[in-house]
């Protein structure tokens, strides 16, 4: 589903290229679990943004089901990402003057989706994260867990076949981070392909697999200190 292969990325800061990438590969098979693991400034949110169409590598291949993309155009990109991947992201983006309902139904105005089965995808996405008796509230009157779950429903009412989440626990409180791993790990039992971006082992042992990120380089054995526990 995920190949990557031979991934360089590097940015330009004044006259200095400074690499964030170095020959990564990967690949994420259909169904699977994996947990991108590194501390901050390794360059997993890097790859999180190439994995997810968000940017394109300098050099090297990436394939998703069976499609290179690294040399697609940026409408074309879009387009992937509206298809094929949700995002699920620490910071909740959720519209502030707009129930849960409408936040979650707000995706959606943009797909050729009739009203009524739009109606039904919202409602079904929100009940399965457990909010039915929230969708006529707006963010500020929910809890920060409560809100992960919206920006949740959001992402499965476009039903995507891969899910990424960028450290998606990392503005909750402990009781309510298990509530969200799990509700992911529920989804991934359902079929969805999951990579979740951490820098805490507590919740990237709960993943399926682990790959590990340090200095631009990934691999499948942990090769660095200084992992956080919480």
Not at 38 to 44: A, C, D, I, M, V
Not at 110 to 119: G, L
């Amino acid at each position: 589903m995920i190949r990557l292969k031979h991934i360089y990325k590097s940015y330009t800061i004044g006259t200095v290229e400074v690499p964030v990438l170095r020959n990564v590969s990967l690949h994420v098979r259909p169904h699977e679990f994996v947990a991108i693991l590194g501390p901050s400034g390794s360059g997993k949110s890097t790859l999180m943004n190439i994995i997810g169409c968000l940017d394109i590598p300098d050099s090297g291949d990436y394939i998703l089901d069976g499609e290179y993309v690294d040399n697609c155009t940026e409408d074309k990109l879009s387009e992937i990402r509206g298809v094929k991947i949700g995002f699920i992201f620490q910071q909740f983006n959720l519209l502030p003057d707009l129930t849960a309902y409408e936040n979650v139904e707000m995706p959606l105005l943009y797909h050729r989706i009739s009203p009524s089965e739009r109606h039904e995808r919202v409602i079904r996405t929100i009940e399965q994260v457990g909010l039915k008796d929230r969708m006529r509230h707006k963010p500020s009157q929910l809890s920060g867990g409560q809100q992960q779950r919206v920006a949740i429903a959001r992402v499965l009412a476009s039903e995507p076949s891969i899910i990424l989440a960028d450290e998606p626990t990392g503005n909750l409180d402990s009781a309510s981070g298990k509530e969200i791993m799990d509700i992911i790990k529920g989804l991934w039992r359902d079929g969805h392909t999951i990579v979740l971006i951490t820098h805490d082992i507590n919740i990237a042992n709960q993943a399926e697999r682990k790959v590990y990120v340090h200095d631009g380089r990934l691999s499948e054995k942990e090769i660095y200190n200084g992992m956080e526990n919480h």
